[in-house]
């Protein structure tokens, strides 16, 4: 038997976990991603108590990647997806609320090995087809809402 659940349902029975992250992009117009467990992915975690989504999303980005100096453009939108959350031995939504900044691509690239980044780069628009080929499907449509599709 499948059971069909509406939105609002889901909600109610699931854990909601907010988290925020950054769509970064610098002054060539590259955007920064990071590889984690076999995928492209963005910077960007849950939101500590008292913090606000977009220092959530600025404080994730210098954590993962290395970057110190961004600057905050904008709020792109947000994606949900089911995962597992060890803190409450169960299947949660994560709530991520996205935002563009400005990077330098001058800075170091420091990818943070105790989150299982393996690798941060930028990458320029001409290339980024085959990264989004191999990442989350909400990913890449949070991805072309910002102004690096455009």
Request: neutral net charge; glycine residues 6%.
């Amino acid at each position: 038997m499948i059971i069909i659940l509406k939105q609002e349902k889901i909600n109610t029975i699931m854990k909601k976990v907010l988290a925020a992250g950054g769509i970064v992009i610098n002054q060539d117009k590259e955007l920064l991603m990071i590889f984690r467990r076999l995928l492209w992915d963005l910077p960007k975690g849950h939101l500590d108590k008292g913090e606000t989504l977009e220092g959530c999303a600025i404080h994730e980005v210098q954590e993962e990647t290395g970057l110190k100096n961004l600057q905050l453009k904008g709020f792109v939108g947000k994606t949900e997806h089911i995962y597992y959350e060890r803190k409450f031995r169960e299947e949660a939504i994560k709530e991520t609320h996205w935002f563009e900044m400005l990077g330098d691509k001058n800075e170091q690239l420091i990818p943070l090995e105790k989150e299982s980044i393996e690798r941060a780069e930028w990458v320029p628009k001409s290339k980024l087809k085959k990264y989004l080929f191999n990442t989350f499907e909400n990913v890449e449509e949070i991805i072309k809402k910002s102004s690096i599709y455009n």
